[in-house]
């Protein structure tokens, strides 16, 4: 088992100075996984129950046909959720985020009194090894969110750097009423999601080359690795 | 120390206007006693609340109103498709490009803005109706918005209304462009700046609120509510709900302040009445705070270029500027008159300009409507005058006070017709100014200041030398801009048989101290002790007609109006006394209340004694009606211009942007001064927004037309610790063309203050080179504009001023 | 607004709000109600929703000042208006005694209490700074009986620190800083009244000297924090304003100004600069009430 | 949601009534009781207009649950005044025109009151900081100041005997 140290060299907030910006937050920062590769990396970003895990406050993060699911019944359906993240690649492949597919959440969020619950749903707009764009919308009574996210791996020397930023916006009352700990509690939410995230790959076996270059077999002509990993042809490698 | 109050059994009626008397509206208001609108309670009262918009600017796809409508005590939720009435929000003032896009009670379709209202639940209790509110599930597809007025009206926004082609409200000039062309093609000197007057948010302390009561024997809806002017909404709502006019009864109670805000005509309050008549049932809303940042009309909302130009002696030879102005996601009840006639048409200030060019464009945006709140138009304009006029003398390297005093319109001069359509009626500056550095011993300050900044501390001088238009009226001249409604205002004066007196006007003061005032006027007028005297405002149905009051027009045009009348009661009295005391009408004299026959002192007969005999009627002279009372409908012939000095004197710390003031002192003059203790407090308390405004408030929208200063904890009302102490004083030129001579006391505060203050903080920072730092001046602004300033270096720049030694050298510039 | 339905109910005793707390750890979100000023205007606007209110804020024994030895010790439940009249408190928590004086208004002060403060962690409140100045040992109650936690280790981020959901946060000690000099100096913004930033200062002085330093600020990251380089370059130095302000200068030298809180009222940098100020002014004010206080004698 | 039975003495008479948890104690004033004279101007302790005393010390009674209050003894501005004559704060808000509106000053001059109550000779700054609580959008408050110290004087005045006889034996 590998072991990756991660190092927390850049995290940057939306603090640039402008008075329209207070309800419109940017955040973006890089970490670095080292004695990892690219492919492994992108490989535990691609399951969604390791971004399950990793989101502060998720109940379920599960795919869906369209972005207006039922969430009383995915609720219902989701209540008693126990699945594990893995490093089994054959499961990564049955699950692995795809683009163009939606993801719908119950994301909890937790900032001392106030603890909205949002009903989010997730696009994966584009995703192409190294690189990964989605967005999405969450509600929570009157309130909403609205956010777009990147994430760009590069292979360095001996590791991995993450570059990613996320653009979010709210609305409503949290956004009217909640001005003092918008940005605060969602640099929170954004910090804890990135750390997990580390903690999460670091946790996995996957590093071990072998497992990943194993499963290549079979099915789809990609081989699983490339569909796992969102390469389209093998064209990227 | 200020003005000693007097005590009303002090008074006599020679000496009744002009004193300082007692309030006589505070003991219910210091007793609890007052009655404010939602303190009004009614049996079986129902409850209020409306479901506001999410988003700045959305479509909205469908309302469920199920969940909200199958909980206990929930007696009613609707929403646009359910209004059965014309429903459509007037504007009060037209102009020649003005687009008027539908503004309904309820959004159907399209919400604009986060105050749009989406539906409205009628519950038991109050608590319910919020809980209801909160159980609406609406679909929406949130649309881009925009904000900012400039923004608004280039070719990429968003369009606020779907059926208009962009969103420029209205494009509107005034002056001359060609000449005011050639002033600056001649120009020996030039001063500019671009400044932002922000949106505030007027903040009265009572929050809006409505009691509305449906009586279908009669078909009479009794309305209960927040008002500045009950009988224009009587007016307003009457379109607005098909109810005719004289089944419409509404009443002002007791009025928490306003500053414009009551004036005008918004949804709620109708749909309130509306719910009164759906369900049968009296209806109570009272808005939260919240409801009222984002719904009470705001204020200001421009983004201006101003240039000045100049001769070689620094005589002003022309002004122009380009102003954008937001009007917010509808055009409310007076708001295209705010950022043209009430602001264009006093870019002269005091000064003698030969020409002026002022092109203002009116953009919708986003954002909660615009419309007259304390000032009005004023404020813009004045603090544009005030700041181009102190940067012109900064780029003649004048003095600020001489180079006003070089510019003022001279005394000898009035009437005086300024480039920009209005004629002031009186005025003489230097003395107020003059009164003004007096007071603040400018001249050592100045020294003092050289001084200060040699010790690296940074002491500024800011004068102010304002005008304003009030005394919102004549008619003819209103209508010819635009207004959709004449301006006089109503007086009765009812003798009663006993000899006391009731006198209605059309006004409706709230905070203003009218029945103290205008029984002053009415005691003076009719010789009758002022303890006699009773005023009646605010109630459509004891009151034949009126306008209201805002534009500080209560004591010019509502007093006149009840001076008048007073007047036509002594006329029509003299005749019955004459009779009485067998003499000629020509012979008869009155003073103090007494009739008396000239030449024959003990000949007389007191006004009391006359009402007496007029209601007996037993011996009339022949042609007079029993009774004692008459009705004016005062119109004067013009608007009247109070002004005044304002100084403020502050020391700025540039390493933190702390401003902290060492003396402001008010010389106005507003006229004659019914009771100068109450021009007092309207200058306190207009000063005090005006500081508001310069230092801490702002509306602030996020790109999204989110309002982020949506509560008391993120918008600055300013605390009694913001506040510093004023010293007041005035001068007195009385208006030549109404009755008691007055102006109007109630916006000059506001006006005149802001720019006291900006210009005393840049007046401080000169040595950095700050020419302008747009308001609020908050720390980090004043901190930034210190850090960005051209001469930060020179004067220490960044690291020095951090360590403290920032500037040191800044008096010898 | 109003508030949404919900459950209330009074707790009588430490081991009375355990068990509520215990009763209603299930479904639902349970909240402890101290002096209420940061929960209740919370739930009017709608953004808290609990289902059930523990009341705690009349429970005896979380209530006093006392001193027992060399330890102040305040009940979570002593509301500001009480420590501010408190003889105890200014001599044995100078710098916690400064830092109350200037908890939001007057009416505030007369409902709020130093506890609700604490365990709320709002990171503008005025008193983890002092907390930290103060070396302040939180204790808290829970299931397994009592823990102390040194503020140093209290606070985690925005509203969270080590008190569990099981947990009551019951008393504060404070070692005693009798002859200590302790001062708090504040920006406050000024529409909400909290700190922009708050620098709460305790020096221990020997003669004309600063034998040690404590400094904590808050309203500047998300959770109070320790100016550990300004309490290093105070240690042993001279109590005049030059070494004030030169210490001053380290404010910020721990602190990432790309992290440090950022809004309506202030950006993230201009707390850096205000920062650095404000610790000047809590120092040179300490430095004065030692002056002051020796007048008084 | 669980109701509670309540008992509320306010200015000196006893009130037993049923709750909501939820129900602030403004609205339980107002509403249920009828003492309007307490305002709401806010809904984030802000404004303090709702300011009453809550057993003899200023609060903001929209920030307390009337079920917090069972028990207390609750002042308000109608009972500010005895038997028709106004107390010392009242006198000095309508003496030196400490108001115009009016809707702050029910609160004002219990938050006043609360000052005089600790520190009979408050100086400005002391009558500023001690309203810092209440928002006044019409006066500016400079004559709100002038009240309070109106007020203080009146007060010293009718307690100058004994202040007079205790000061007697000072070092003067």
């Known amino acids: 088992m590998a072991i990756f140290l991660v190092v927390w060299r850049q995290y940057r907030v939306g603090v640039s100075y402008s008075h329209r910006r207070h309800s419109h937050m940017e955040f973006s920062g890089t970490f670095e996984l080292e004695d990892a590769t690219t492919e492994e990396v992108w490989l535990a970003l691609s399951d969604p129950v390791m971004i399950e895990h990793a989101l502060p406050g998720c109940e379920f993060l599960v795919v869906v046909e369209d972005t207006d699911p039922d969430f009383d019944a995915l609720r219902e359906e989701h209540a008693d959720r126990d699945v594990e993240p893995t490093s089994d690649p054959e499961v990564i492949a049955e699950r692995a985020f795809e683009e163009g597919n939606h993801y719908a959440a119950i994301i909890g969020i937790s900032i001392g009194p106030v603890n909205p619950t949002f009903e989010t749903v997730v696009t994966i707009d584009e995703r192409d090894q190294p690189y990964m764009e989605a967005s999405g919308e969450g509600s929570a009574g009157d309130s909403s969110f609205e956010m777009s996210s990147w994430m760009d791996l590069d292979g360095a020397d001996d590791g991995v750097e993450v570059e990613w930023a996320t653009e979010a916006d709210v609305f409503g009352r949290i956004a009217q009423m909640g001005q003092r700990v918008i940005n605060p509690a969602a640099n929170q939410v954004v910090k804890r999601f990135f750390s997990s995230v580390q903690d999460e790959i670091r946790e996995r076996e996957i590093a071990e080359g072998s497992t990943v270059e194993q499963a290549q077999s079979d099915e789809d002509d990609r081989g699983i690795v490339d569909r796992i990993l969102g390469r389209s042809d093998g064209s990227k490698q | 120390?200020?003005?000693?109050?007097?005590?009303?059994?002090?008074?006599?009626?020679?000496?009744?206007?002009?004193?300082?008397?007692?309030?006589?509206?505070?003991?219910?208001?210091?007793?609890?006693?007052?009655?404010?609108?939602?303190?009004?309670?009614?049996?079986?009262?129902?409850?209020?609340?409306?479901?506001?918009?999410?988003?700045?600017?959305?479509?909205?796809?469908?309302?469920?109103?199920?969940?909200?409508?199958?909980?206990?005590?929930?007696?009613?939720?609707?929403?646009?498709?359910?209004?059965?009435?014309?429903?459509?929000?007037?504007?009060?003032?037209?102009?020649?490009?003005?687009?008027?896009?539908?503004?309904?009670?309820?959004?159907?379709?399209?919400?604009?803005?986060?105050?749009?209202?989406?539906?409205?639940?009628?519950?038991?209790?109050?608590?319910?109706?919020?809980?209801?509110?909160?159980?609406?599930?609406?679909?929406?597809?949130?649309?881009?918005?925009?904000?900012?007025?400039?923004?608004?009206?280039?070719?990429?926004?968003?369009?606020?209304?779907?059926?208009?082609?962009?969103?420029?409200?209205?494009?509107?000039?005034?002056?001359?462009?060609?000449?005011?062309?050639?002033?600056?093609?001649?120009?020996?000197?030039?001063?500019?700046?671009?400044?932002?007057?922000?949106?505030?948010?007027?903040?009265?302390?009572?929050?809006?609120?409505?009691?509305?009561?449906?009586?279908?024997?009669?078909?009479?809806?009794?309305?209960?509510?927040?008002?500045?002017?009950?009988?224009?909404?009587?007016?307003?709502?009457?379109?607005?709900?098909?109810?005719?006019?004289?089944?419409?009864?509404?009443?002002?109670?007791?009025?928490?302040?306003?500053?414009?805000?009551?004036?005008?005509?918004?949804?709620?309050?109708?749909?309130?009445?509306?719910?009164?008549?759906?369900?049968?049932?009296?209806?109570?809303?009272?808005?939260?705070?919240?409801?009222?940042?984002?719904?009470?009309?705001?204020?200001?909302?421009?983004?201006?270029?101003?240039?000045?130009?100049?001769?070689?002696?620094?005589?002003?030879?022309?002004?122009?500027?380009?102003?954008?102005?937001?009007?917010?996601?509808?055009?409310?009840?007076?708001?295209?008159?705010?950022?043209?006639?009430?602001?264009?048409?006093?870019?002269?200030?005091?000064?003698?300009?030969?020409?002026?060019?002022?092109?203002?464009?009116?953009?919708?945006?986003?954002?909660?409507?615009?419309?007259?709140?304390?000032?009005?138009?004023?404020?813009?304009?004045?603090?544009?005058?005030?700041?181009?006029?102190?940067?012109?003398?900064?780029?003649?390297?004048?003095?600020?006070?001489?180079?006003?005093?070089?510019?003022?319109?001279?005394?000898?001069?009035?009437?005086?017709?300024?480039?920009?359509?209005?004629?002031?009626?009186?005025?003489?500056?230097?003395?107020?100014?003059?009164?003004?550095?007096?007071?603040?011993?400018?001249?050592?300050?100045?020294?003092?200041?050289?001084?200060?900044?040699?010790?690296?501390?940074?002491?500024?001088?800011?004068?102010?030398?304002?005008?304003?238009?009030?005394?919102?009226?004549?008619?003819?001249?209103?209508?010819?801009?635009?207004?959709?409604?004449?301006?006089?205002?109503?007086?009765?004066?009812?003798?009663?048989?006993?000899?006391?007196?009731?006198?209605?006007?059309?006004?409706?003061?709230?905070?203003?101290?009218?029945?103290?005032?205008?029984?002053?006027?009415?005691?003076?007028?009719?010789?009758?002790?002022?303890?006699?005297?009773?005023?009646?405002?605010?109630?459509?149905?004891?009151?034949?007609?009126?306008?209201?009051?805002?534009?500080?027009?209560?004591?010019?045009?509502?007093?006149?109006?009840?001076?008048?009348?007073?007047?036509?009661?002594?006329?029509?009295?003299?005749?019955?006394?004459?009779?009485?005391?067998?003499?000629?009408?020509?012979?008869?004299?009155?003073?103090?209340?007494?009739?008396?026959?000239?030449?024959?002192?003990?000949?007389?007969?007191?006004?009391?004694?006359?009402?007496?005999?007029?209601?007996?009627?037993?011996?009339?002279?022949?042609?007079?009606?029993?009774?004692?009372?008459?009705?004016?409908?005062?119109?004067?012939?013009?608007?009247?211009?109070?002004?005044?000095?304002?100084?403020?004197?502050?020391?700025?710390?540039?390493?933190?942007?702390?401003?902290?003031?060492?003396?402001?002192?008010?010389?106005?003059?507003?006229?004659?001064?019914?009771?100068?203790?109450?021009?007092?407090?309207?200058?306190?308390?207009?000063?005090?927004?005006?500081?508001?405004?310069?230092?801490?408030?702002?509306?602030?929208?996020?790109?999204?037309?989110?309002?982020?200063?949506?509560?008391?904890?993120?918008?600055?009302?300013?605390?009694?610790?913001?506040?510093?102490?004023?010293?007041?004083?005035?001068?007195?030129?009385?208006?030549?063309?109404?009755?008691?001579?007055?102006?109007?006391?109630?916006?000059?505060?506001?006006?005149?203050?802001?720019?006291?203050?900006?210009?005393a903080v840049t007046d401080a920072l000169q040595p950095f080179g700050v020419d302008h730092i747009d308001m609020p001046l908050t720390g980090e602004a004043v901190w930034r504009a210190v850090n960005d300033a051209p001469d930060a270096g020179a004067e220490g720049g960044d690291e020095a001023i951090a360590d403290g030694s920032g500037g040191k050298d800044g008096g010898e510039n | 607004m109003y508030p949404d339905e919900f459950d209330y109910y009074r707790a009588e005793s430490v081991d009375d709000a355990l068990d509520l707390l215990d009763e209603h750890s299930g479904a639902g979100t349970t909240e402890l109600l101290a002096g209420g000023h940061s929960l209740l205007p919370a739930m009017k606007t709608g953004l808290s929703s609990p289902d059930v209110l523990i009341d705690i804020s009349g429970v005896e024994e979380m209530q006093g000042i006392s001193v027992d030895g060399d330890t102040l010790s305040i009940g979570a439940m002593t509301r500001y208006s009480d420590l501010l009249g408190s003889d105890a408190v200014a001599e044995h928590a100078p710098a916690l005694a400064a830092a109350v004086e200037q908890v939001g208004d007057v009416q505030v002060r007369n409902r709020g209490t130093i506890g609700g403060n604490l365990a709320h962690a709002d990171p503008a409140a005025d008193l983890p700074g002092a907390a930290l100045a103060s070396d302040a040992t939180l204790v808290t109650h829970g299931p397994d009986g009592e823990r102390e936690i040194p503020a140093d280790d209290f606070f985690f981020g925005m509203y969270t620190t080590d008190v569990g959901p099981d947990e009551l946060l019951t008393r504060i000690e404070i070692p005693s800083a009798d002859g200590a000099l302790g001062a708090y100096a504040k920006k406050p913004s000024p529409s909400s009244g909290y700190a922009m930033v708050g620098v709460a200062a305790l020096l221990e002085i020997d003669g004309d000297g600063v034998t040690s330093a404590r400094v904590g600020a808050n309203g500047v990251m998300d959770h109070g924090v320790r100016l550990s380089p300004v309490e290093d370059a105070l240690a042993d130095g001279a109590l005049d304003d030059e070494t004030m302000a030169s210490a001053a200068n380290h404010a910020g030298d721990d602190l990432d100004v790309d992290m440090m809180m950022s809004d309506l009222q202030a950006s993230n940098e201009f707390r850096a600069q205000l920062l650095e100020v404000y610790t000047e002014r809590a120092l040179t004010a300490a430095i004065e009430s030692g002056s002051s206080s020796a007048a008084a004698d | 949601m669980t109701e509670h039975d309540i008992e509320l003495s306010v200015n000196g008479t006893t009130h037993e009534l049923t709750v909501e948890s939820r129900t602030l104690l403004v609205h339980a004033l107002r509403d249920e009781l009828g003492y309007t004279g307490t305002n709401v101007g806010c809904e984030s302790s802000t404004c303090g207009a709702c300011t009453v005393h809550l057993d003899g010390d200023a609060v903001k009674s929209c920030t307390l649950l009337a079920v917090q209050a069972d028990g207390a003894e609750i002042g308000t501005v109608e009972g500010l005044a005895e038997d028709g004559t106004y107390a010392p704060i009242q006198e000095g808000f309508q003496k030196e025109h400490g108001l115009q509106c009016g809707y702050c000053t029910p609160g004002m001059m219990l938050a006043a009151d609360d000052l005089l109550e600790r520190n009979p000779d408050p100086d400005e700054g002391e009558i500023r900081e001690a309203i810092e609580g209440n928002l006044c959008r019409c006066t500016g408050y400079q004559n709100i100041v002038n009240a309070v110290e109106f007020a203080a004087d009146e007060m010293g005045e009718a307690s100058s005997p004994e202040m007079t006889a205790a000061d007697g034996g000072g070092d003067d």
């Not at chain 2, 948010?201 to 009572?206: D, F, G, H, S």
């Not at chain 2, 409604?485 to 009731?502: D, I, N, Q, Y």
């Not at chain 2, 403020?648 to 507003?670: K, L, R």
């Open chain 2, 1 to 759: 120390m200020g003005i000693e109050t007097i005590e009303a059994d002090e008074l006599d009626v020679e000496s009744v206007l002009g004193s300082a008397v007692e309030r006589r509206e505070d003991p219910s208001l210091i007793t609890g006693e007052a009655e404010y609108t939602d303190d009004i309670q009614r049996p079986n009262m129902a409850h209020m609340s409306v479901l506001r918009s999410q988003y700045g600017h959305a479509t909205i796809n469908g309302v469920d109103t199920s969940d909200a409508e199958a909980m206990d005590g929930v007696i009613g939720v609707y929403t646009a498709d359910d209004l059965d009435v014309p429903g459509e929000i007037p504007v009060g003032w037209l102009l020649d490009s003005l687009e008027t896009p539908v503004h309904p009670l309820l959004a159907g379709e399209t919400a604009r803005y986060q105050g749009d209202g989406i539906a409205v639940v009628v519950a038991e209790e109050r608590y319910i109706a919020s809980d209801a509110v909160d159980a609406i599930d609406v679909d929406y597809d949130r649309r881009d918005a925009v904000i900012d007025p400039k923004e608004a009206v280039e070719d990429d926004a968003p369009v606020v209304h779907d059926d208009l082609d962009d969103n420029t409200a209205f494009d509107w000039e005034i002056g001359d462009a060609d000449e005011t062309d050639a002033a600056f093609d001649e120009a020996a000197h030039t001063a500019e700046v671009d400044l932002t007057n922000q949106r505030l948010i007027p903040n009265a302390m009572e929050p809006r609120a409505t009691v509305a009561e449906y009586k279908p024997g009669t078909e009479e809806l009794e309305v209960h509510m927040t008002s500045q002017n009950p009988h224009l909404h009587r007016q307003l709502m009457s379109g607005v709900l098909d109810v005719p006019e004289h089944k419409l009864h509404i009443v002002a109670p007791d009025v928490g302040g306003g500053f414009g805000s009551k004036i005008h005509h918004y949804p709620d309050e109708a749909l309130a009445c509306w719910c009164a008549m759906e369900t049968g049932r009296p209806v109570k809303w009272t808005a939260t705070r919240t409801e009222t940042y984002l719904t009470d009309a705001h204020g200001r909302d421009h983004e201006s270029h101003a240039e000045l130009a100049m001769d070689e002696e620094g005589i002003i030879t022309g002004m122009r500027v380009k102003t954008y102005a937001g009007m917010g996601a509808y055009l409310s009840t007076f708001a295209p008159a705010v950022p043209t006639y009430l602001y264009g048409t006093l870019l002269s200030g005091q000064y003698d300009i030969p020409a002026i060019h002022c092109n203002v464009v009116g953009a919708f945006t986003n954002g909660a409507p615009v419309d007259a709140y304390r000032g009005a138009g004023r404020p813009e304009a004045l603090y544009l005058v005030e700041r181009i006029i102190t940067l012109g003398a900064r780029e003649m390297g004048m003095d600020p006070a001489e180079f006003r005093r070089q510019n003022f319109v001279p005394s000898d001069d009035f009437p005086h017709q300024t480039p920009v359509a209005v004629e002031y009626d009186s005025g003489d500056y230097e003395p107020a100014l003059d009164k003004a550095l007096e007071a603040v011993g400018y001249d050592d300050l100045r020294e003092r200041q050289e001084e200060l900044r040699e010790e690296g501390r940074y002491l500024g001088i800011g004068l102010s030398s304002y005008i304003e238009a009030c005394g919102l009226a004549p008619s003819e001249l209103a209508g010819q801009l635009g207004a959709q409604a004449g301006l006089w205002e109503s007086g009765l004066v009812r003798v009663h048989p006993t000899g006391k007196v009731t006198a209605f006007c059309g006004t409706s003061g709230h905070g203003q101290g009218h029945e103290t005032t205008y029984a002053q006027i009415v005691s003076d007028e009719l010789g009758i002790p002022y303890d006699d005297i009773e005023i009646v405002e605010g109630d459509t149905d004891e009151i034949p007609q009126g306008m209201g009051t805002y534009g500080s027009r209560s004591a010019a045009v509502g007093g006149s109006a009840l001076a008048t009348s007073s007047q036509k009661v002594v006329e029509k009295a003299k005749k019955i006394a004459a009779h009485q005391l067998e003499a000629s009408e020509e012979d008869v004299e009155f003073e103090n209340g007494d009739f008396s026959v000239a030449g024959a002192p003990e000949r007389s007969m007191h006004i009391q004694d006359v009402a007496a005999q007029s209601y007996l009627a037993h011996d009339m002279p022949d042609g007079i009606e029993p009774g004692l009372e008459e009705t004016s409908f005062y119109d004067p012939d013009n608007f009247v211009f109070p002004f005044g000095t304002h100084i403020a004197v502050v020391e700025v710390d540039p390493e933190t942007g702390e401003i902290e003031f060492e003396n402001y002192v008010a010389v106005d003059d507003v006229g004659p001064q019914i009771n100068p203790k109450i021009v007092e407090g309207q200058v306190h308390g207009g000063v005090a927004q005006g500081i508001g405004q310069a230092l801490y408030e702002g509306a602030e929208y996020d790109d999204n037309a989110q309002l982020v200063t949506g509560s008391m904890q993120d918008y600055t009302v300013p605390k009694a610790e913001h506040i510093p102490t004023m010293e007041t004083d005035s001068t007195v030129t009385p208006s030549p063309h109404n009755p008691l001579g007055v102006k109007g006391v109630g916006e000059a505060g506001t006006i005149a203050a802001p720019q006291a203050v900006v210009n």
